[in-house]
């Protein structure tokens, strides 16, 4: 049962649900769902896409995420980052809003939850640690400007585009005389307004006596009031006949179930792009989980998570919808709502269907400029510019990864920033690893611990040296390890002991094992004896499988002191002579 329960989290904890657990879960429900409609919308708009796709893709993937989903509150559906890197991946293959490219949404969306679904089963979930914080910094911080870059032209009222900043200010340039005045006023009074409640309504609210969650929500919810009153000036004064771009015509009904294309040569060509965006989609996913999660002393597990991120998407390629993920705003309103169980997102799916089913007519007035004001004041909040100087003040090479990332996704495109991003991070890791850090230690007098001869005033034996390892010993820095030892000894001639001090070294590989008995080949021929502290007991279990233990010219001591007193001789009392001074 245990073992069922682990890919079916709900029979775990829909055993103890109740009324007004359900109570809770509805409330929440409604309140997602007012803030879902217009970012579904939005996010479907962002990615070229009709805007019945983003209602489409807040369903079933919120339903299936419920029943394999291990976060309580987490918010699954159409997200910013996903929706702009969904028009990157598309962009080359169909024009936006055609059959076609609606098409290839639906087998982007199935084959990133197949991916998703594979690293799973695989428990490949730390690949994602591979996305360093930097990187990620840096690639949401330049999709925030690309993403509000791309809505600029529909708040205008000109037409944008372009896959990278250089192609949209050129676009954005060349049509600067088209500009619509009715659209620019709608767009820019929505994206004042919001602002407006973004920064001071919370504060407003809460003065005229209204509680601090009541009000949070409240704020959080004014893109709603502002598709009501844009939608109804739309329709009273004909703003379409005056040139304002509205939503249009949406289908009215539930999305029909039916398997993407299974053209080969399009799934080929979007592999690259589906786990760029299902690895993103993850990190992002996760991260939001986590976070919420631990404020009510709860657990996720990233291997389940991925299973559930995986089945959603494919539910939504199998159901009109595009790639989805969890959205960090929508999941906090979800958890400061009261959310208790997956079953709000559930009941959350069951409001956008009645949406869908009832207020197509209605938003089919609504201005285009109205989600563009909307998507941009969202996206304002991935923009963090003092990431940028933070992390240059603490590490000069994430902040060299976190530039180039953020300068190549602007001038390239998503894949490139961040394909660039995670091989310079890796890149960087390599190259610290490659050249541990190590320190001759002396031990601190009448104690049992050692500590840096360059930094502390510690006693040394000439003898005798202990030299501390601050690295796991792989291939990557195994010779550097055998060229830092050699130089240690020819600077020490009178030394006939060497200790390395291994309490830092969690794994020893094949090549630094075989540098390991190079170094002890080596030091017996120069006289001395190599003698290793403090190693780790699955390092241990490793070594004793080896020859090396039996090779080993010195001991393999359980701690640096115990090395310290069997190496090192105590200094002799020489008896005094009569009348002589005792020293």
């Not at 094949?510 to 001395?528: H, K, M």
């Amino acid at each position: 049962m245990k073992r069922i329960a682990k890919f079916l989290p709900i029979l775990g904890w829909l055993k103890t649900y109740r009324g007004d657990t359900f109570v809770s879960d509805t409330l929440a429900a409604v309140i997602v769902t007012l803030m879902l409609v217009p970012q579904a919308l939005a996010y479907a708009l962002l990615a070229g896409l009709p805007p019945e796709v983003g209602l489409y893709a807040s369903m079933i993937p919120l339903v299936v995420y419920a029943v394999f989903g291990t976060s309580a509150t987490l918010a699954v559906g159409p997200v910013a980052v996903a929706s702009l890197m969904t028009a990157s991946a598309l962009g080359g293959i169909a024009a936006a809003g055609t059959p076609e490219y609606v098409g290839a949404a639906l087998v982007l969306a199935t084959l990133s939850g197949l991916i998703l679904v594979a690293m799973g089963l695989l428990r490949l979930g730390f690949m994602a640690n591979f996305l360093s914080h930097p990187v990620i910094s840096g690639f949401v911080t330049a999709s925030g400007i690309l993403i509000a870059g791309s809505q600029i032209g529909h708040i205008l009222g000109i037409k944008g585009g372009g896959h990278n900043l250089i192609e949209m200010v050129h676009g954005l340039w060349q049509q600067l005389g088209g500009i619509n005045p009715i659209t620019l006023l709608i767009g820019g009074g929505v994206a004042v307004y919001l602002y407006l409640c973004r920064r001071y309504l919370k504060k407003w609210l809460t003065g005229l006596g209204l509680s601090a969650r009541l009000a949070d929500l409240s704020a959080k919810a004014a893109p709603v009031s502002a598709v009501i009153v844009t939608t109804l000036a739309a329709w009273h004064f004909d703003l379409g006949a005056a040139g304002v771009n509205l939503v249009g015509d949406v289908p009215k009904g539930l999305p029909s179930i039916s398997l993407p294309s299974l053209d080969p040569e399009i799934w080929a060509t979007l592999v690259p792009a589906a786990v760029l965006i299902s690895l993103v989609g993850f990190v992002e996913s996760v991260s939001v989980a986590q976070t919420l999660a631990a404020k009510r002393r709860q657990r996720i597990d990233p291997d389940s998570e991925l299973i559930a991120l995986g089945l959603a998407n494919m539910g939504a390629g199998i159901s009109g919808g595009s790639p989805v993920s969890g959205g960090f705003s929508r999941s906090v309103v979800n958890f400061e709502a009261g959310a208790q169980t997956p079953i709000a997102g559930a009941l959350t799916a069951v409001g956008i269907a009645l949406a869908t089913l009832t207020l197509t007519g209605f938003l089919a007035f609504l201005p285009k400029a109205t989600l563009a004001a909307t998507i941009i004041i969202a996206v304002s909040t991935l923009i963090d510019f003092a990431a940028i100087r933070r992390t240059l003040a603490y590490s000069r090479g994430d902040a060299a990864a976190m530039l180039a990332t953020i300068i190549l996704t602007l001038v390239q495109g998503v894949e490139a920033g961040i394909l660039v991003g995670v091989g310079l991070s890796i890149g960087l890791y390599l190259y610290r690893t490659s050249r541990p850090h190590s320190a001759v230690v002396g031990r601190i007098p009448g104690t049992e611990h050692f500590r840096n001869i360059r930094r502390h005033d510690v006693e040394i034996d000439e003898e005798t040296l202990v030299l501390r390892v601050d690295e796991s010993l792989y291939f990557a820095n195994a010779r550097f390890l055998e060229e830092t030892v050699l130089e240690l000894v020819s600077e020490h001639p009178r030394v006939k002991e060497l200790v390395l001090a291994c309490q830092a070294v969690n794994a020893i590989d094949a090549s630094a094992l075989e540098s390991l008995e190079t170094i002890n080949a080596r030091l017996r021929d120069a006289g001395i004896r190599l003698h290793l502290a403090e190693v780790k007991g699955p390092v241990m279990d490793r070594l004793k499988g080896t020859d090396f233990c039996a090779e080993l010219t010195g001991q393999i001591f359980l701690s640096t002191y115990d090395a310290w007193k069997n190496l090192v001789k105590p200094p002799v009392d020489k008896p005094c002579e009569s009348g002589a001074p005792v020293i």
